[in-house]
């Protein structure tokens, strides 16, 4: 790489929570309220990597806007209250990550009520330095400006950052803003500009280096230098 790696960012549904049952079901249950079935190509088009008014306009854009408005409230209550597994291996990386003065952050389409419950589910407060959510951006992934404003919150250009995403709408925008990706789960990921991509993050190994700063080791033959900037930026959004 072209310049030492300075943060990692992360994707939250699929990368830091096992969310796609739980996601999915919530659109279904939306659907049966008005008679309708959402099919397999709806889910993989319209709903997982997607913000909830695409998925609206997409699927229920024929409905009267206060329908559409019940559809958004459930699938915002399903999210928020639903429980979730982290992904294996997650909670342990960025626990290294930060003790080893790595800025670690979340992008993502959530709502913050979701991503300060899933913050507590990893045990992770101590260790996350920006949070860009739903609200942050007029444009959401697939368009680069949710990892441009993670990296401007951190001071840094994006291509400083590894991104892990699992859906094709965040590995767009992960590498158009710049950043070095990093797939979860699905080999389809490759053509869309993903460097390598991983089931999980078991096996993932942060190795400190004085001289370096850090080794961040995805898998056999991928592996970043991570230069070891301020710690822990606090730059999340206020309440």
Same mark, same amino acid.
């Given at each position: =790489?072209?310049?030492?790696?300075?943060?990692?960012?992360?994707? =939250?549904?699929?990368?830091?929570?096992?969310?796609?049952?739980?996601? /999915?079901?919530?659109?279904?249950?939306?659907?049966?309220?008005?008679?309708?079935?959402?099919?397999?190509?709806?889910?993989?088009?319209?709903?997982?990597?997607?913000?909830?008014?695409?998925?609206? !306009?997409?699927?229920?854009?024929?409905?009267?806007?206060?329908?559409?408005?019940?559809?958004?409230?459930?699938?915002?209550?399903?999210?928020?209250?639903?429980?979730? /597994? @982290?992904? #294996?291996?997650?909670?342990?990386?960025?626990?290294?990550?930060?003790?080893?003065?790595?800025?670690?952050?979340?992008?993502?389409?959530?709502?913050?009520?979701?991503?300060?419950?899933?913050? &507590?589910?990893?045990?992770?407060?101590?260790?996350?330095?920006?949070?860009? /959510?739903?609200?942050?951006?007029?444009?959401?992934?697939?368009?680069?400006?949710?990892?441009?404003? &993670?990296? +401007?919150?951190?001071?840094?250009?994006?291509?400083? %950052?590894?991104?892990? +995403?699992?859906?094709?709408?965040?590995?767009?925008?992960?590498?158009?803003?710049?950043?070095?990706?990093?797939?979860?789960?699905?080999?389809?990921?490759? @053509?869309?500009?993903?460097?390598?991509?991983? #089931?999980?993050?078991?096996?993932?190994?942060?190795?400190?280096?004085?001289? %370096?700063?850090?080794?961040?080791?995805?898998?056999?033959?991928?592996?970043?230098?991570?230069? !070891?900037?301020?710690?822990?930026?606090?730059? !999340?959004? &206020?309440?």
């Amino acid at each position: =790489m072209s310049e030492k790696i300075a943060a990692v960012l992360f994707d =939250m549904d699929g990368v830091l929570i096992d969310s796609r049952a739980v996601i /999915e079901q919530g659109w279904r249950e939306a659907a049966q309220m008005y008679g309708r079935r959402i099919t397999p190509e709806d889910i993989v088009k319209h709903i997982h990597g997607q913000p909830g008014p695409h998925t609206i !306009r997409a699927l229920f854009q024929d409905l009267p806007l206060s329908d559409q408005a019940k559809v958004q409230a459930h699938i915002i209550h399903v999210e928020n209250t639903a429980d979730c /597994e @982290p992904i #294996p291996g997650v909670a342990q990386l960025i626990a290294s990550l930060g003790s080893a003065g790595i800025p670690v952050g979340i992008v993502t389409s959530g709502w913050r009520l979701k991503i300060d419950r899933v913050i &507590a589910l990893l045990q992770a407060e101590p260790y996350i330095s920006v949070i860009v /959510e739903r609200d942050d951006v007029a444009r959401g992934k697939p368009h680069p400006d949710p990892y441009l404003l &993670a990296a +401007e919150r951190l001071g840094i250009p994006a291509s400083r %950052t590894v991104v892990f +995403e699992d859906a094709k709408s965040g590995v767009t925008s992960a590498v158009a803003a710049g950043a070095y990706c990093v797939g979860i789960g699905d080999e389809d990921l490759i @053509p869309l500009g993903a460097k390598v991509v991983v #089931p999980d993050f078991r096996g993932m190994k942060v190795i400190v280096n004085d001289a %370096t700063g850090a080794i961040l080791s995805f898998c056999p033959g991928y592996e970043v230098i991570v230069e !070891r900037i301020s710690a822990h930026h606090d730059k !999340r959004p &206020a309440l």
